[in-house]
Each structure stands twice: as structure tokens, then as C-alpha cells.
């Protein structure tokens, strides 16, 4: 961010030295008209041709895509120079005429081309064909026409004459509009590490583009000479642009390419905001008169800024449903276990501590479950068919539990079974017993057949009563005194089973 503004600081002092030089020059007039042109437009053309330069220079550290563009930005600017040269050499000869030579003409037109394929190329829009940035693009086209035509193309318009010939006439500078937009949509979405070259390189184009239509403006009003204050604007872009130049580690980063967060999301409202303002003065200043072209171009805004809210609109309805999508996905993946798809351990822990946080309410409970034998799969068949195994218990586990009950796989080879509003004391054994028989069977698993059996502790618990980590002490407590007596089998809590299995570990 500091180097971001260092880098504008500069470009803002040489616009001003630049500037100055320029004031200089028309204050003291130093000699004839045709040297008074040579030296302000030579003045414009100088930072044009360091542009060129500069660019091509730069072009020696990128490769691919960004050496292409860095090599027809730098044209573009060489282009624009010799264009301005062959200007000044054909007023030097002829004097002043309106217009400007076929060969500058197609020069010029040659760097209005060659900067949006430069821009593309260099900063790059991740989505430039999707339907809101085309709207963007035609939100900013008619928001400058709208601005152009009222300060300076109209006059020009009139001035030749209207009708098709004089609308041809504006092709340079209709040309200049679509320009802009382009390169605004471009800039707007440059990789974080160009963001500072992309807004110098905007404003460049755009002080460019702005003293295009003076000059068109001027040169009907018989205001215009090789030396016209517009030159200011063309000096102040080439400045800008020179400055812009990508330095060696931006053009490094452009690996990193966007990253999905554009620095200027409301860009396109700020030429609209520009053209609103335009219209109230010149609706008070004409006193409500409203030029037909005017009127048609405020229809098209209008209607484009519709579209695009309509299109916001949707795209936010996307994205809350894709939101929403991805927070059942992260409840879900929070929730469950990765392998067998049941709940895991904080999704059981939590069920059960809801179900013991009532004051009251029928007895729950838990059966924990350690299979018996699983330990040898892992070890001759590998970790692959250790988890087919447990994938194919947690099946038969599903199965073997009643509708409403919670089965979750607490980590490894250890499960769980909630058994909530328990009326009836003896289904919890019941439904041990069919895990049991589930178990009875071999486990087919690719590799092999396979028999796993599993020690299950019962406990039992009344909201209110007990707590979550007393009952599932409980549990685990009947289940280890199960594996002692022999494995495969299932054992209800019993509070002497806490001495027995302290006189165990002491032994």
C-alpha cells in the first residue's frame, strides 16, 4: 500500500513539473507561433515517446501473454508520438487545418485499438463476456456519451452540419467512449500486485480520451492552435502512463492473477453518478429544455441501470443459495464422520447432553460399543480394508438400531448408541443382542471374509439425574469389564463394576 502511494505521489509531482514547464512556455512565449507549437506539442510528445520506451523496456522481463501486451502498449505510445510529430511537421508546412493527416489519423487510430487488446492481455478481466460486465461496459459507454455529448460533441455535431456524415465525423471520438470503457472494466479487475499501474494507467487513458474531445470541441469554435490548453491533458496522460510502467517484481507477480475481489466493485456507478450530475445543470441551465439525443441516452441508462440491478439481484439469490449450500455442507461434515457417513463423537456428545439437560423426561440409554478383533484385519490386509470393515459395521450397526435411535462412530474402532425416551428397560438389550447377531456373520470387504465381534457396555440415565460424563463413564466402565470377561458380549452398568475396576488398575 505504501509503494501504491509513493508511486501516485510521483506521478502526481511530474504531472505538476510537466504542467508547469507547459505554463512556462505560454506565459513567456519564446519566440514565433511555429516555435511556440514545437515546443508545447513536442512537450506532449516527449512523455509519450518515454511511455514507449519505458513499456518496451519492461517487456524484456515478462514472457507469454504480458510480453505481448507490455510490446502493444509500447507501440500504442510510439504510435500516438509519431502521429502527434507528423502534426506538428504538417502545420509547420501548411499552417494551421482542420483535422489532422490521413497518416497521423491512422496512427491515431491505430493506438485506440491497440491499448483495450494491450490492457486485456496485461491486466485481464476474469470474466469479461459474462452478461453484468458486458452491463458495466455499456453503463459506462453511455454515461460518458452522455457527458461527451453534452460538453463538447454536440457543439461538434451541430457545428458540421448533423445528419450522418457529421455523426461519422465523431467516429475518433465515439471510438475514444467505447475506449474508455473498455479499459475501465479491464483495469477494474487487475491482479492485486497491477492495481497501482491500472489505476495510472486509467487515469492516463481517460485524461487522454477527455482532451480528444476538447480539441474536437475546440477546433468548431476557431479557439484551436498547435497550442491549445488541451495539451495539458495529453501531456498529464502520457505522464501517468509513463509512470504506470510495470516494474520487474509486478510483472513477477502476475502469476498470482486476480484474486476475486475487485478493488473497485461500484466503478461503473461513478461515469453514471458523473452523468446525473451533468443532466441537473444543464436541465436548470436550459431551463428544462432536454436535447432529443440527451433524452435518448438517459432512456439507455436507465434502462441498463434496471438490467443490472435485476442481474445484482439474481447473482445475490446465487449466492445465498450457494451460501446456504455450503453451510449444510459444513454442519453436515462438522457433524458426521468422513467414513461411514453416521454421526461422530460431538454430534453424540451433544444429543446426548440435550437429552440429560431437561428436568425431567424418560429414561435414556447409551450403549458403547468396542469391536473385538478388528486390530488383526489392519494388520494383515492393511488400513484400505480396515476402514471397508468399519464401513460395513456401521451398515450393520444402522440396521440393527430401532427408528429414532442415534448410532455414531466415536473414533476408531469404538462406537455409540444412543437409545432416547427408553419406556422400556429391556429393548435397550434387545437391541445390544441384535448387534450381536449382526456381528455374528463375516464381513466381505474385497480382500477377503472377515469377522469382527464387539464388547458393548449398556448405562442407563434419567434427565435431571445424571450427568453426560457420569453416564458415559458408565457405559465405558460396563464395556471394559465386558473385553475382561471374555469379550463379545454385552454387560449393563453396575455401580460395584467402579471397585472392581479400581481393584484392576491398582493390581
Same mark, same amino acid.
Given at each position: ?12 509531482? $511530474? ?30 510528445? $516527449? ?100 457527458? $461527451? ?7 461538434? %455535431? ?78 498529464? $496522460? ?93 454442519? %453436515?461434515?462438522? %457433524? ?31 450403549? %458403547? ?139
Amino acid at each position: 500500500m505504501t509503494h501504491g502511494w509513493g508511486r501516485t505521489v510521483s506521478a502526481l509531482v $511530474a504531472a505538476a513539473v510537466a504542467v508547469a514547464a507547459y505554463l512556462a512556455i505560454q506565459l513567456t512565449r519564446p519566440g514565433s507561433p511555429a516555435l511556440m507549437t514545437v515546443l508545447t506539442r513536442g512537450l506532449a510528445v $516527449a512523455p509519450a515517446l518515454v511511455s514507449g520506451v519505458l513499456w518496451l523496456r519492461a517487456a524484456r522481463w515478462a514472457s507469454g501473454r504480458a510480453r505481448l501486451a507490455l510490446r502493444l502498449a509500447s507501440g500504442a505510445m510510439l504510435g500516438w508520438a509519431a502521429g502527434e510529430v507528423i502534426r506538428i511537421g504538417d502545420y509547420l508546412l501548411h499552417g494551421p487545418r482542420p483535422g489532422a493527416p490521413l497518416s497521423a489519423t491512422l496512427l491515431f487510430l491505430a493506438t485506440t485499438l491497440l491499448v483495450p487488446v494491450a490492457v486485456l492481455l496485461l491486466f485481464g478481466a476474469r470474466n469479461f463476456t459474462s452478461l453484468r460486465t458486458v452491463l458495466d461496459a455499456l453503463l459506462i459507454a453511455a454515461s460518458t456519451l452522455y457527458v $461527451a455529448w453534452s460538453v463538447a460533441l454536440h457543439t461538434v %455535431y451541430r457545428a458540421r452540419g448533423g445528419g450522418v456524415g457529421a455523426l461519422t465525423s465523431l467516429g475518433y471520438s465515439l471510438a475514444d467512449i467505447a475506449f474508455i470503457a473498455i479499459v475501465l472494466i479491464l483495469v477494474r479487475d487487475a491482479a492485486p500486485i497491477l492495481r497501482t499501474p491500472a489505476a495510472l494507467v486509467a487515469t492516463g487513458l481517460i485524461l487522454k480520451c477527455a482532451s480528444d474531445f476538447a480539441s474536437s470541441y475546440f477546433s468548431v469554435r476557431a479557439t484551436a492552435s498547435q497550442g491549445a490548453l488541451t495539451d495539458i491533458g495529453w501531456l498529464v $496522460a502520457f505522464v501517468a502512463i509513463a509512470l504506470a510502467t510495470p516494474r520487474r517484481p509486478e510483472i513477477a507477480g502476475l502469476a498470482e492473477g486476480p484474486d476475486g475481489q475487485s478493488a473497485w466493485l461500484f466503478l461503473p456507478y461513478a461515469p453514471f453518478l458523473l452523468a446525473l450530475v451533468t443532466a441537473g445543470v444543464l436541465f436548470v441551465a436550459k431551463h428544462g429544455h432536454v436535447d432529443p439525443t440527451q433524452y435518448l441516452i438517459s432512456v439507455v441508462l436507465v434502462v441498463l441501470i434496471l438490467l443490472r440491478q435485476l442481474i445484482t439481484q439474481h447473482d445475490n439469490r446465487a449466492l445465498t443459495r450457494r451460501l446456504k449450500t455450503a453451510a449444510e455442507d459444513l454442519r %453436515y461434515r462438522a %457433524y458426521h464422520d468422513p467414513l461411514t457417513g453416521m454421526a461422530n463423537r460431538d454430534k453424540f456428545m451433544e444429543s446426548v447432553e440435550r437429552r440429560l439437560a431437561a428436568p425431567t423426561g424418560p429414561q435414556i440409554a447409551v450403549l %458403547y460399543i468396542d469391536l473385538d478383533g478388528f486390530k488383526p484385519i489392519n494388520d494383515t490386509f492393511g488400513h484400505a480394508a480396515g476402514d471397508r470393515a468399519l464401513a460395513a459395521v456401521a451398515e450393520r450397526l444402522t440396521r440393527a438400531t430401532r427408528t429414532g435411535d442415534l448410532v455414531a462412530r466415536l473414533g476408531g474402532d469404538e462406537f455409540a448408541v444412543l437409545l432416547p425416551d427408553l419406556h422400556y428397560m429391556p429393548d435397550a438389550h434387545s437391541v445390544a443382542q441384535r448387534i450381536q447377531s449382526a456381528l455374528d456373520t463375516d464381513l466381505d470387504i474385497t480382500d477377503g471374509p472377515v469377522r469382527v465381534g464387539a464388547s458393548i457396555g449398556v448405562a442407563y440415565g434419567r434427565p435431571g439425574r445424571i450427568g453426560l460424563g457420569e453416564l458415559l463413564r458408565n457405559a465405558d466402565v460396563a464395556m471394559y469389564t465386558a473385553k475382561l470377561q471374555g469379550r463379545r458380549r454385552t454387560v449393563t452398568f453396575d455401580p460395584r463394576l467402579l471397585t472392581r475396576r479400581r481393584l484392576d488398575q491398582a493390581s
